[in-house]
């Protein structure tokens, strides 16, 4: 009787200890857990050339090297450099609007000014000093926003440079031993092979057409717009410029959030040229960017709606942070892949049935 009870119990004490066990190696990795991320996928991007490099040269710390030296150039190198400017143009913002000073403060009182004074809008007896008043405010609360979060990411030197080191150690041993590291979480994940390599698929395709997304539409339409603000006179124009990069994933309007207004100002405080100027490179130039290029970089690769890479890119930075822009999507992706693997197995189980009696 008691060992008919007690038979299955050497098994549940072993998927306990397994579970415990399991969770206290993810709590010990934590930390280093955007690190390893970032290897991961920085390692899948740069697999091809690894691989081209193994072809001409015989030694595998070698070629891993190489690549590892081709991705710092290539990707670190201007990422970080970006970063270092923008933290200090965001700071001298930053310090413009609480000082009440510069080219911002004057050009929001103007406008305000010439709004007051339209015959269109003066019969709404706008409050001119509370208008002001609420607009330095916004205008406070965004970029205090943007420094802290600029700050957060570079602030602690120490931490950064630890998780940086981390990142390359581990992008190294990926880039040479990705394919046995595949091997063996398949050896010893309860799952068949070909279910693991549908998850690799969808974590490569979504984060490769995610950064496409960004760095390379984004990134022209952001250069752009900082390009067209920087000629016609506005301050900050590389903060701008970033924000239109990360704006660029807002489905329909995109980044016309913030070269629109800009444009519209400008007309208002009797800058003529500078506002025509960017309202017409704006709507022909920056808008047919994404027309242009999306069919070209991502073609049919990402199976997922605009919507739901917006919300999901959204969603992952306000969990995850700066990673979130591509940890969000993937996340997506996999929510929608393994509901896809499920009702697959449902299927297939369902046909199973009848032939089995």
């Known amino acids: 009787m008691f060992d008919k009870l007690f038979a299955g119990f050497p098994t549940l004490i072993l998927f306990l200890v397994l579970g415990i066990v399991t969770l206290l190696f993810g709590y010990i990795l ?4 955007f690190a390893i991320f970032w290897a991961v996928l920085l390692a ?3 697999a091809p050339l690894h691989d081209w490099l193994h072809g001409k040269f015989k030694s595998s710390n070698l070629c891993a090297g190489l690549a590892l030296g081709a991705v710092v150039i290539t990707f670190i190198l201007p990422v970080g450099l970006l970063l270092t400017l923008l933290v200090g143009e965001s700071l001298e913002i930053y310090n413009s609007i609480n000082s009440s000073r510069g080219s911002w403060m004057n050009s ?11 015959p269109m809008l003066a019969r709404f007896n706008l409050d001119q000093q509370f208008m002001t008043d609420k607009s330095i405010e916004l205008l406070k609360v965004a970029t205090r926003f ?3 979060n600029l700050s957060a990411f570079t602030g602690n030197t120490i931490v950064f440079f630890v998780e940086f080191a981390v990142m390359l150690y581990c992008l190294f041993y990926f880039l040479r031993d990705g394919d046995d590291f595949v091997d063996t979480i398949a050896h010893y994940l309860p799952v068949d092979r070909r279910h693991l390599d549908t998850f690799i698929a969808e974590f490569l395709v979504t984060s490769k057409a995610t950064l496409k997304f960004t760095f390379i539409i984004g990134g022209i339409q952001g250069l752009l717009g900082g390009l067209v603000f920087y000629v016609t006179g506005i ?3 590389l903060v701008w410029g970033v924000l239109m990069v990360g704006l660029s994933i807002v489905p329909a309007i995109g980044n016309a959030i913030i070269w629109a207004p800009a444009g519209i100002i400008m007309l208002f405080l009797g800058h003529l040229w500078q506002g025509i100027a960017i309202l017409v490179f704006g709507s022909i130039v920056i808008s047919s960017v994404d027309n ?8 049919k690769d990402i199976q997922m709606h605009s919507l739901l890479i917006f919300l999901s890119t959204l969603g992952g930075i306000a969990v995850f942070g700066f990673s979130g ?4 999507p993937v996340v997506a992706s996999f929510f929608l892949s393994i509901w896809k693997l499920f009702l697959e197995l449902s299927r297939e189980n369902e046909k199973r049935q ?3 009696d």
């Open 30 to 33: 934590k930390p280093f857990f």
């Open 44 to 46: 899948a991007i740069f």
């Open 108 to 118: 929001l009182t103007g406008m305000l000014n010439a709004l007051s004074q339209n």
């Open 146 to 148: 943007l420094v802290s």
């Open 235 to 237: 301050e900050g124009a």
């Open 292 to 299: 242009l290029l999306r069919p070209i970089l991502l073609g």
């Open 325 to 328: 822009f591509v940890l969000g």
């Open 354 to 356: 009848p032939s089995e």
